[in-house]
């Protein structure tokens, strides 16, 4: 089993910046993909950034391309989603999910996933 807390959420003006972090504990998240989705209200969870744990690669939806960096920290057990030029077409509550499974854009092929936390950004 694979717990993930999420924490970092806000309220933030366009253009600003937020980090947000997602502490793993029960397993080391070394030998999982780990990503981050996001669910606006009335709309389906959706594929944000993702972190290969074979390779390293990571990537991103086109949306927030150029603006977000999703980074590993596995000492820490933590992923981390730098989001910066924030838009308000990106506020939602983020989720991360830690996945074993190669299709990592797709949500439904996650194990685990944390509680979420809001993010909203005003105009």
């Known amino acids: 089993q694979v717990q993930l807390v999420e924490s970092g959420g806000g309220l933030v003006q366009a253009g600003g910046s937020l980090r947000l972090s997602c502490a793993a504990s029960?397993?080391?998240?070394?030998?999982?993909?780990m990503g981050w989705f996001r669910q606006a209200p009335g709309k389906e969870r959706e594929f944000v950034a993702a972190s290969r744990w074979r390779g390293g690669s990571t990537y991103y939806a086109d949306s927030v391309k150029g603006r977000f960096t999703m980074s590993r920290e596995n000492a820490k057990n933590t992923v981390y989603l730098q989001k910066n030029r924030l838009k308000p077409e990106d506020t939602a509550v983020y989720y991360c999910g830690a996945n074993r499974d190669d299709d990592y854009r797709s949500w439904g092929r996650y194990d685990y996933w944390g509680q979420g936390t809001q993010v909203t950004v005003s105009s």
């Open positions: 029960g397993r080391t998240i070394t030998l999982y993909d």
